[in-house]
């Protein structure tokens, strides 16, 4: 079982910053890709980004390219998103998964493992 805790989250003017924290704990092998998704009512839930075991690959959905960074530490056993120039259309629960199997990163169903979600509210 791996447990994944976000922090990090808030209210922030279009325009500005966040930076959002994923802690793992208990079977934290860094073999994990680990992703970030997003989600608001009513719609399903949407890739943001993902980044390798080793961190040597990263991946971005178009809609964040060039705003959001993934990055993670395998020593620590937290990823983190920075996310820059922030718009009110990212405003949404930010959910941090790790996956293990083999398949498509940006399909949330091939991630096992969930953390409880951190709000992000961008204001215009």
Partial sequence: QVRLVESGGGLVQAGGSLRLS????????????????????????????AISSIGGSTYYADSVKGRFTISRDNAKNTVSLQMDSLKPEDAAAYYCAAKLISGA?????NYAYWGQGTQVTVSS
Avoid: D, I, L, N
């Fill in 105 to 109: 990163y940006y399909f949330p169903h």
């Fill in 22 to 49: 994923c802690a793992a704990s208990g079977r934290t092998e860094s073999k994990y890709t680990m992703g970030w998704f997003r989600q608001t009512p009513g719609k399903e839930r949407e890739f943001v980004a």
